[in-house]
């Protein structure tokens, strides 16, 4: 045996060495989010195609209310603590109900 795996080139995702495919990472995200924010609106998108590296979130939350900007990002990390390392990058947007119902009337 070379030791060569003999599957590897038939498995062709699109997905290379620097990327290793890491299945469910969004949804393993929208869950630790819900359980912390229950969210009234949640998105997280995997903008790496399926790989995991790339992900960004919008995160609507009361829990938000009388928090700035950096106290909302720094209990999100906290929530993904465990995640975060995985990820090359990560963006997020975090509002309360009230913001976001304002941003919405202005798009």
Same mark, same amino acid.
């Given at each position: &045996? *070379? %030791? $060569? @795996? /003999? !599957?590897? #080139? +038939? =498995? &062709? *995702? %699109? $997905? @290379? /060495? !620097?990327? #290793? +495919? =890491?299945?469910?990472?969004?949804?393993?995200?929208?869950?630790?989010?819900?359980?912390?924010?229950?969210?009234?609106?949640?998105?997280?998108?995997?903008?790496?195609?399926?790989?995991?590296?790339?992900?960004?979130?919008?995160?609507?939350?009361?829990?938000?209310?009388?928090?700035?900007?950096?106290?909302?990002?720094?209990?999100?990390?906290?929530?993904?603590?465990?995640?975060?390392?995985?990820?090359?990058?990560?963006?997020?947007?975090?509002?309360?109900?009230?913001?976001?119902?304002?941003?919405?009337?202005?798009?």
């Amino acid at each position: &045996s *070379s %030791g $060569i @795996n /003999a !599957e590897w #080139p +038939l =498995r &062709s *995702s %699109g $997905i @290379n /060495a !620097e990327c #290793p +495919l =890491r299945p469910g990472v969004t949804e393993v995200i929208s869950a630790k989010l819900k359980e912390s924010f229950s969210p009234t609106h949640l998105e997280v998108v995997d903008e790496s195609d399926g790989c995991g590296a790339k992900i960004s979130v919008i995160i609507i939350s009361e829990e938000f209310t009388g928090k700035n900007m950096l106290k909302r990002h720094k209990a999100v990390h906290a929530v993904l603590k465990d995640e975060l390392p995985n990820i090359h990058a990560f963006s997020q947007k975090t509002h309360t109900p009230a913001e976001w119902a304002k941003k919405q009337q202005q798009s």
